[in-house]
């Protein structure tokens, strides 16, 4: 075992399902080998994956963080409630008038957590909120990770908050892509810290990933002889669920016989009102089924046929990584960075959106076609050690 004494923090915005807080726990696994001491701050602790980071020192909540960055509609306690909305309400009101009361705040509890603790290294695991609290902290080391294409990101958010973050990604020792294609991208809009941006792949803790997949499936709906589809994530605009059901109903009318498991919780910017409409407009709630948020997922991604990544945009598309340790042929949209985890028509395919489902149906009715995707898949094999290796000199330096 390495020797080491740091004391590392790393922020998570939430433990609720996405592949934020899973990559970070995967991660987190193998640098536990390093025998760094692990802190974990969750800027608000709603959300079911908590349980998952009990092995690891979670600081106490913070009231007023979580009231910032957490949803009102999660608590239990009706005062619990009150008092989130009526935060939100002054955080809300401040904006308007131009005063940020937000990084007020990070400031105040960065400071003191830092000075009760200090900290070696502090890392934030996802760019937005968690990103500008790490920035304030005065620990001797800080790293930034960066899940999203900034290319789209920076449409989300203000000008302001664009400014912003040229002088926040400056106060960090390292920003950390998770593929070259935002790594390149990034760099694009952060030129002046160039030399600071580097790409490391999500690391896979693949034998809890095979282990898990051969645990017993619960969920009745999945049982079924016909073709199995999987797409999994959170049900948000850049997964482009909604689009799910047309491309069923083009598999129905050419007389393909499926089901396509939807598997992720989540109402962003009502997705999953919109799926459930158009799986209604389609006439396809015969073959397209919401199975909802699950812990392990893995199983589901064991058993399926096929899975299939309908997304705008990724930076380290996870689910299409399990899959692939799983052995699962996938299909995926042409996000950017997609030809970096697939190879195309070598062990699946990558194209158009519009276009998905060509490759579906010849692999549903062509069985040789499917053979010999499937032996490609069955050939792969993640290059853990060299991600490990990348982690290691980081978090050693």
């Not at 302001?160 to 070259?180: G, M, N, P, T």
């Not at 812990?295 to 899959?323: F, G």
């Amino acid at each position: 075992m390495i020797q080491n004494n740091k004391k590392v923090l790393f922020i998570l915005p939430r433990f609720t399902f996405g592949g934020t807080v899973f990559s970070t726990l995967n991660m987190l696994s193998y640098l536990s080998k390093c025998n760094l001491n692990i802190y974990i701050l969750g800027m608000t602790h709603q959300g079911p994956v908590k349980a998952l980071y009990e092995d690891y020192k979670i600081l106490p909540e913070s009231f007023i963080l979580s009231a910032l960055t957490g949803d009102y509609k999660n608590e239990k306690s009706s005062i619990r409630k009150i008092l989130f909305l009526f935060i939100e309400g002054v955080d809300f009101l401040l904006k308007k008038i131009g005063y940020n009361i937000d990084k007020h705040i990070y400031r105040r509890i960065a400071n003191r957590i830092q000075k009760k603790e200090k900290f070696d290294i502090v890392a934030s695991c996802q760019e937005g909120s968690s990103t500008y609290l790490a920035s304030y902290f005065n620990s001797p080391k800080k790293y930034a990770w960066y899940r999203t294409e900034y290319s789209h990101y920076k449409n989300q958010i203000s000008a302001k908050d664009r400014e912003y973050e040229q002088h926040c990604y400056a106060l960090f020792d390292k920003i950390i892509c998770v593929s070259k294609t935002t790594r390149d991208d990034f760099a694009l809009y952060f030129d002046t810290i160039d030399n600071k941006i580097i790409s490391i792949h999500n690391i896979q803790n693949t034998d809890s990933i095979i282990s898990k997949s051969h645990e017993e499936i619960d969920d009745q709906r999945f049982l079924t002889d016909k073709f199995r589809i999987v797409s999994v994530g959170r049900i948000a605009p850049p997964k482009q669920f909604p689009k799910i059901p047309e491309i069923a109903f083009k598999l129905k009318q050419r007389g393909a016989s499926f089901i396509w498991y939807i598997i992720g919780d989540g109402n962003v910017d009502g997705q999953f009102d919109q799926l459930k409409d158009k799986i209604l407009a389609f006439n396809v709630d015969d073959c397209v089924k919401c199975l909802g948020g699950k812990i392990n997922p893995y199983p589901y991604i064991s058993h399926a046929q096929l899975i299939v990544n309908t997304s705008s945009y990724e930076a380290c598309p996870r689910v299409v990584i399990e899959a692939k340790i799983l052995k699962t042929p996938v299909i995926c949209s042409d996000f950017s960075s997609a030809k970096e985890f697939v190879t195309n028509s070598y062990d699946g395919y990558v194209d158009r959106i519009e276009n998905l489902d060509t490759h579906i149906f010849n692999l549903i009715h062509n069985k040789e076609e499917y053979s010999r995707i499937k032996k490609n898949c069955d050939k792969y094999v993640i290059d853990n050690d060299t991600i490990f290796k990348q982690l290691s000199d980081l978090f050693l330096a």
